[in-house]
C-alpha cells in the first residue's frame, strides 16, 4: 500500500522551495524578463540567510538559548539582501544598460552557485570541522517550529500541520501574487509592461521602474525558497552543491502553471512528488530505474508545453515580450 | 491668413514657431497651428511632410526644439504623455497601441491612477458608448477584435480620459468603407459636442466629406489653410506638392489582350481549416489591370500567394499561358521558379516592414533580395541592384539620406516606396499587388499608378489588390469582386460605380456582366 501520510509531507516540503522560486519567477516574466538567474539567485538567498544565522549563533553561547525572533528576523533578512543583490544585477544589466536577457541570466546563475559555494566552503572552514558540511541546528529549530497539535491530530496534522511557518508563507505568497496579477491595478500595468511595452510607456507607464520592482521582488521571494532549503528541508545542514537542479525545475514550473502562481500552490507539490516518487516505488537494486523516475517532472513539464502550445489559447502563452529589452526610440 | 476669423471659434491649442530637428533633418520648420474647438480640422501634406511629428509633439512623444505651445489660451509644456492626458489631449495612433491579451475595458483603464474598479470603470465605458453611439464589448479580448472595433477601442481610450482635443493619424486606412462612415458619423457628434478634432489623411474625398477646415503642412513648413467649402481636390494637392500635378488617372485601352492566368475553380483552406477561397475561377490577360475589390481578408492575400507559389492550395488549377499559348500549372511549383517566369509579388501589409524588406538592411541589399541568386559563381552581383536602388528612389522621389541607410530609419511612406518600387520595376510578365499605396500620399500613389500603367503598356498582366473603390474604378480594366473567399462578381470598370462593387463586397451572388 502507497504511504500517503509520509508521503505527502514529503512531497510538500520538497515542493515549497520551487513554489518560492517559482513565484518569484512569475513575477519577473511577467515584467518581460526572462531571468534564468533564479537558480543563481536561489542558492545565494540560501547561503545569505545560513551566512546571517551563523553569526547570529556564534554570537550566542551554546548553552543559552536563541531569541526567535532575533534568529528569524536576522536570517531572512540577510536572506532577503542576498537575492535582492542578484535582483538589482540582473535588472541594471538587462533593464538599464539592455544586456541580453539570456546571456545574463546564464552568467548569474554561475555566479551565485560559485559565490555561495565560496562562502558555503568558508564558513565550513571557520566552524574548524573537517566535515563537508556544517550544521545550523539551532536557528533550523526555531524555522521548523510545526503549529501546536500537529503532533496530536493524527494524520490531518501530519499533512496539514507539520510544516515550519516559511511554507505556509510560501502559499500566502503565491496566492498574493495571482491576485496582484489579477486583480489589481499594478497588476495590470506589470502584464502590460510585459507584454507590450511600447503601449505602456503610451500609456504613461513607467517601464523601467516597473521591470526593476518586479525583477527584485521576484528575486527576494525565489530566495526565500533557497533558505527553505537549508533551513527546513535540510535541517539547517549547508553542504556545497545540495541544492542541486531545484532552480530550474523552479522555472520548468513557471511554465508548467502557465504564469500563475496560484496553480503553483498545487503543480509546486506535484513536482515535489514527482521528485521523490523514486524513493517511495520500490525499485529495487537498479540505480538506472531510479534515474528514470527522477526525470519525471521534466517529461512533465514538456507534455504541458507541447499541450499548451497546440491549444495555443493566447493567455496561457508567455508574455509577448519575454526575453526582449525595451528602447522606446527604437522604430 | 487665418480662415476662421469670421467664424467665431475658441481656440483649444495655439502651436508657435514649433521647430523639431531629428539630426541633421528639419523635420518641422517654424510651424504655426492652430486648432478650434467644435471644429475638424483636417491636416494634409506629403509623406515625410511632418505631420505626424507635429501631432507627436502634442501627445508628448517628441518635444519640441524651439517654440511654444498654447492650450486654452495658456503655455503648455508637454514632455510626456501623462501631461497630454492632463490638458485633455488624445491621439490615436496609426499603429494601434492595445496589449492583445487584455480586455476592451482593461485597455481602457491602463495607466490611470487609483484602485482598480472593473464594475464601474465598464459601466462608465458603456455610457460613453452610447453618447456617441460606439458599439463595443468591454470584456472582449482585444485579439478578438477586427481593426475598426480595436480603433474604437482606442477612440474611448482617450475620450475616457476625458480628452477634449482628439487626433486622429490615418484612423481610415485600415476601414472598410462602411466602418469609415460610421467613423466619420462619431466624428461629427463629437465635433458638435465642442471637441477640437484632427485628422491626418490622405484620403481627399474624406478630407472633403469631414473636415470644416484643411492646413497643409509642405516638407516641414506650414504652407498655409483654408475651409473646406472653398477649395478642391486639386487646389489642395498643388499646395501640398508645391506645383501644379495632374489628378487624372490615364486608362490606356489594353493592346492585344491574352489570357495569361488562368485561375480555374481554386479552393484554399487556412491552416486553421477555415476556407479562406471557395471555388474562384478567372482570367487574367496580358496587356491588361485585373482589379480585385473586397473587404480586406475576404482571401485576397490568399489569392496572390496562390499564383506566386506561395501558399498551399486545396483544389482548382493555376496555369502560367505562355507566349506561344502553352500551359504550365503553377501549382506545387517552387516560388523561385514561378518568380523566374516573371511573376511578381508585392503585398503591403499592414506593417510594411513585416513582407519583403528587411529592415536593418540598406537600401541596395534590399534590392539585392530579388536578385541575389545572379552574379558569378558564388559572387553576388551588387551593381543591378544599386542601379535599381537609384531608379527607384529617383522615379519615386524616395527621402532617403543614402542609399546605405537602413530601410527601418526611413519614414513608412518612403518604405512602401522601395517595396513597391523594386517589385514594379523588376519587369515582370505578372505582376501582383496588393494594397501598393496603403498609406502613401496623393502625389506618390499618382506616381505608383503611373508606373502600373506603364507596365501594362508593355504587355504585363497586372492583378491590382485595392481598397480605394474610385481607385480601382478609374484604373483597372475590369474588376473582380471578392466575397468571403468566394467571386462575388466580374464587372467591366468602365461600366460599373461605386454603389454596385459595395454591394457585391458584401453580398454573395451579385450580377456578372463583362
Known amino acids: 500500500m502507497f504511504d500517503f501520510v509520509s508521503f505527502i509531507p514529503r512531497a510538500v516540503m520538497q515542493g515549497m522551495p520551487l513554489l518560492y522560486g517559482s513565484t518569484g519567477e512569475t513575477l519577473t516574466e511577467k515584467s518581460g524578463n526572462l531571468n534564468l ?135 500566502v505568497v503565491a496566492l498574493v501574487a495571482a491576485y496582484v496579477l489579477r486583480h489589481t491595478r499594478v497588476g495590470l500595468h506589470l502584464r502590460a509592461v510585459g507584454e507590450n511595452p511600447n503601449t505602456a510607456d503610451a500609456a504613461g507607464i513607467n517601464v523601467n521602474r516597473y521591470k526593476y520592482v518586479a525583477t527584485c521582488v521576484g528575486s527576494m521571494i525565489a530566495g526565500l525558497g533557497g533558505l527553505y532549503y537549508v533551513m527546513d528541508y535540510a535541517n539547517g545542514i549547508w553542504s556545497n552543491g545540495a541544492f542541486g537542479d531545484r532552480g530550474w525545475l523552479s522555472i520548468a514550473l513557471v511554465i508548467f502553471t502557465i504564469w500563475r502562481p496560484n496553480i503553483g500552490v498545487f503543480a509546486s507539490i506535484l513536482f515535489g512528488g514527482l521528485y521523490i516518487l523514486h524513493m517511495y516505488i520500490p525499485t529495487g537494486m537498479n540505480l538506472a530505474i531510479k534515474e528514470i523516475y527522477k526525470m519525471a517532472p521534466y517529461v512533465v513539464t514538456i507534455i504541458v508545453l507541447v499541450v499548451t502550445s497546440m491549444r495555443s489559447k493566447r493567455e496561457n502563452q508567455p508574455p509577448a515580450h519575454l526575453g526582449l529589452s525595451y528602447f522606446r526610440e527604437e522604430r | 491668413m487665418e480662415a476662421n476669423v469670421t467664424r467665431n471659434l475658441v481656440p483649444a491649442v495655439e502651436m508657435r514657431n514649433i521647430t523639431k530637428r531629428f539630426g541633421s533633418v528639419l523635420a518641422n520648420n517654424r510651424v504655426n497651428l492652430t486648432i478650434y474647438r467644435g471644429e475638424i480640422l483636417a491636416l494634409l501634406g506629403e509623406n515625410g511632410s511632418g505631420k505626424t511629428t507635429l501631432m507627436n509633439m502634442l501627445s508628448g512623444i517628441y518635444y519640441p526644439d524651439e517654440g511654444e505651445i498654447l492650450i486654452n489660451g495658456k503655455p503648455a509644456v508637454i514632455s510626456a504623455a501623462k501631461d497630454a492626458f492632463d490638458l485633455g489631449i488624445g491621439m490615436i495612433h496609426q499603429h494601434f497601441k492595445l496589449v492583445d491579451v487584455l480586455t476592451a475595458a482593461e485597455n481602457i483603464v491602463l495607466g490611470m491612477p487609483g484602485k482598480l474598479d472593473m464594475k464601474a470603470s465598464i459601466s462608465r465605458i458603456e455610457k460613453i458608448c452610447k453618447d456617441y453611439g460606439f458599439e463595443v464589448n468591454p470584456i472582449q479580448k482585444i485579439y478578438d477584435m477586427s481593426v475598426s472595433q480595436k480603433q474604437t477601442v482606442e477612440i474611448i481610450k482617450v475620450l475616457y480620459r476625458g480628452a477634449d482635443i482628439l487626433i486622429l493619424d490615418e484612423p481610415t486606412a485600415v476601414l472598410t468603407p462602411q466602418e469609415t462612415d460610421k467613423l466619420f458619423a462619431v466624428l461629427r457628434n463629437m465635433r458638435d459636442d465642442g471637441k477640437a478634432i484632427v485628422i491626418i489623411t490622405h484620403k481627399m474625398n474624406e478630407v472633403e466629406a469631414l473636415s470644416d477646415r484643411v492646413a497643409v503642412l509642405r516638407q516641414g513648413q506650414y504652407a498655409g489653410d483654408m475651409p473646406t467649402s472653398s477649395t478642391n481636390a486639386q487646389e489642395m494637392t498643388n499646395m501640398m506638392v508645391g506645383h501644379k500635378v495632374s489628378l487624372n488617372i490615364v486608362r490606356p485601352d489594353p493592346i492585344n489582350p491574352k489570357p495569361r492566368i488562368e485561375v480555374n475553380n481554386l479552393t484554399v483552406r487556412s491552416e486553421d481549416g477555415i476556407l479562406k477561397l471557395d471555388h474562384v475561377t478567372f482570367t487574367a490577360r496580358s496587356g491588361e489591370i485585373l482589379g480585385i475589390a473586397g473587404i480586406s481578408g475576404s482571401g485576397q492575400k490568399e489569392l496572390l500567394e496562390s499564383i506566386a507559389g506561395l501558399q498551399k492550395t486545396e483544389g482548382g488549377a493555376i496555369d502560367y499561358i505562355e507566349n506561344d499559348g502553352r500551359h504550365v500549372s503553377l501549382i506545387g511549383q517552387d516560388p523561385v521558379k514561378i518568380a523566374d517566369m516573371g511573376v511578381t509579388l508585392s503585398f503591403v501589409p499592414e506593417d510594411r516592414l513585416g513582407m519583403g524588406l528587411v529592415g536593418n538592411m540598406d537600401l541596395t541589399d534590399n534590392m539585392m533580395l530579388r536578385s541575389f541568386r545572379r552574379g558569378a559563381g558564388v559572387f553576388t552581383d551588387r551593381k543591378t541592384p544599386r542601379k535599381v536602388a537609384q531608379n527607384v528612389v529617383a522615379e519615386l522621389d524616395v527621402k532617403t539620406p543614402s542609399l546605405a541607410t537602413p530601410v527601418r530609419r526611413l519614414s513608412g511612406g518612403n518604405v512602401q516606396k522601395v517595396l513597391v518600387g523594386r517589385e514594379i520595376t523588376s519587369a515582370p510578365t505578372v505582376l501582383l499587388t496588393a494594397y501598393a499605396v496603403r498609406g502613401l500620399d496623393i502625389n506618390s500613389s499618382y506616381t505608383i499608378y503611373d508606373l502600373i500603367n506603364h507596365q501594362k503598356e508593355h504587355g504585363v498582366a497586372v492583378i491590382y489588390v485595392g481598397e480605394d473603390l474610385d481607385v480601382l474604378i478609374e484604373l483597372c480594366d475590369r474588376i473582380l469582386v471578392l466575397c468571403g473567399g468566394q467571386v462575388s462578381g466580374l464587372v467591366d470598370a468602365r461600366h460599373t460605380d461605386k454603389r454596385e462593387i459595395g454591394m457585391m463586397m458584401t453580398r454573395i451572388g451579385g450580377t456578372d456582366h463583362e
Open chain 1, 37 to 171: 538567474g533564479i537558480p543563481g539567485t536561489m542558492y545565494v538567498g540560501a547561503i545569505s540567510g545560513v551566512i546571517g544565522a551563523f553569526f547570529y549563533e556564534n554570537a550566542v553561547p551554546a548553552d543559552v538559548a536563541l531569541n526567535p525572533a532575533i534568529a528569524i528576523a536576522v536570517t531572512l533578512l540577510s536572506s532577503l539582501l542576498g537575492s535582492l543583490l542578484m535582483g538589482l544585477i540582473y535588472s541594471f544589466l538587462t533593464v538599464s544598460l539592455r544586456a541580453n536577457q539570456n546571456v545574463t541570466g546564464l552568467a548569474l546563475t554561475t555566479f551565485g552557485v560559485g559565490l555561495g559555494d565560496f562562502f558555503g566552503g568558508s564558513l565550513i572552514k571557520l566552524t574548524g570541522s573537517d566535515m563537508a558540511y556544517m550544521s545550523l541546528n539551532r536557528t533550523s529549530n526555531i524555522f521548523r517550529t510545526t503549529l501546536p497539535f500537529a503532533s496530536s491530530t493524527g494524520w490531518f496534522g501530519k499533512i496539514f500541520l507539520s510544516y515550519g511557518f516559511l511554507a505556509y508563507l510560501g502559499v
